[in-house]
């Protein structure tokens, strides 16, 4: 079966960062793109990130530009998401997506997500 292990969150000052972890089992994880997308206290889903099955293509929402950094290791079925220049807003629950294949809009697995909190 399909999984995903999200790790690497935590506490963290504003302005800290954080390296979040996402193994992936039970498919051809260089088949498919990935995500990450978070969800903060009372608040809907939101994308943050995503990346091609082979790392050559990256995409981030507007507000993660030049902070987060995706990538992936294939030989490790590992997908990354770092995190610097943390912020209060950045708070939230961060789930690893494994996205639909070709031009199909979604996901169709989930991790159970790790909680960041940035807080002084």
């Known amino acids: 079966e399909v999984q995903l292990v999200e790790s690497g969150g935590g506490l963290v000052q504003p302005g800290g960062s954080l390296r979040l972890s996402c193994a992936a089992s039970g498919f051809t994880f260089d088949d498919y793109a990935m995500s990450w997308v978070r969800q ?53 629950v961060y789930y690893c997506a494994k996205d639909l294949s070709g031009a199909r809009n979604g996901y169709d697995y989930w991790g159970q997500g790790t909680q960041v909190t940035v807080s002084s």
Do not use: C, H
């Not at 790392?55 to 981030?60: D, N, P, R």
């Not at 950094?69 to 610097?84: G, P, V």
């Open 40 to 92: 903060a206290p009372g608040k809907g889903l939101e994308w943050v990130s995503a990346i091609s099955w082979n790392g050559g293509s990256t995409y981030y929402a507007e507000s993660m530009k030049g902070r987060f950094t995706i990538s992936r290791d294939n030989a490790k079925n590992t997908l990354y998401l770092q995190m610097n220049s943390l912020k209060s807003e950045d708070t939230a």
